[in-house]
């Protein structure tokens, strides 16, 4: 039984592309999160939600657009795609969106940008 | 601004004990997390320390001070399956991590 599960766990695309990852948690949840990992392996938060409601946008360039169905489900669309998105994509959740709340994360989605 | 600082690799043999260390510079602070990425693996949680003082579980203990903006990762008894990646973060509201640039542990026989 997964908890956070993402699909899909590889994405390769030729640049000007647009994708979709998708995100599902059955945690039951309320808050969700997408983070971008470089090719450093470090960490970045790009969007959270909070029963299905953005809370947090953290000047992602607007190709990147979240959408969260219901609030199991968070999916991130990405338009235009650019060498720079080459990435990790991780989608977390957690009970609420406290500071001392555990975040669960999915297994990650491994986009390459051609 | 917010940063946070760790050296960016230690090695240990099986059976030591290391420590990781992390400080910070914030802008309002709740308390400091730790989590763990094996290669190619997810992020998973470790610890959180919210007040000063030593947190123990297991082989694992989270160290916090608040006053020097300072916090640690202690591991003992290291097996070779600690070999990851450790990560210190800080948590906001609205559940926002931000996360130091990461230590890569790697532990020899």
């Known amino acids: 039984d997964t908890a956070v599960s993402q699909t899909p766990k590889y994405l390769v695309t030729q640049m000007g592309n647009d994708k979709s990852i998708k995100c599902e948690q059955n945690?039951?949840?309320?808050?969700m999160y997408w983070y971008k990992q470089d090719s450093k392996k470090f960490l970045k938060i790009m969007f959270s939600y909070n029963n299905k409601e953005l809370i947090i946008n953290e000047t992602v360039p607007n190709r990147f657009s979240p959408k969260s169905p219901d609030k199991a489900h968070l999916n991130l669309h990405i338009n235009s795609l650019e060498l720079g998105d080459s990435a990790v994509y991780f989608c977390?959740?957690?009970?609420?969106?406290?500071?001392?709340?555990?975040?669960?994360f999915g297994p990650g989605t491994r986009l390459t940008v051609l | 601004g917010q940063s946070l600082e760790q050296p960016s690799e230690v090695t240990a043999v099986e059976g030591a004990i290391v420590q990781i260390n992390c400080t910070y510079q914030?802008?309002?602070?709740?308390?400091l997390s730790w989590y763990q990425q094996h290669d190619g693996g997810a992020p998973t949680f470790l610890s959180y320390n919210a007040l000063d003082g030593l947190e123990e579980t297991g082989r694992f203990s989270s160290f916090l001070s608040r006053s020097d903006s300072y916090g640690y990762l202690l591991l003992q008894e290291l097996q070779m399956k600690d070999s990851a990646s450790y990560f210190c973060a800080v948590p906001y509201q609205g559940g926002k991590l931000i996360f130091g640039q990461g230590t890569e542990l790697s532990v020899k026989p």
């Open positions: 945690l039951g949840h309320d808050t």
């Open positions: 977390a959740s957690s009970h609420g969106g406290r500071a001392a709340d555990t975040q669960y």
């Open positions: 914030t802008s309002g602070f709740y308390g």
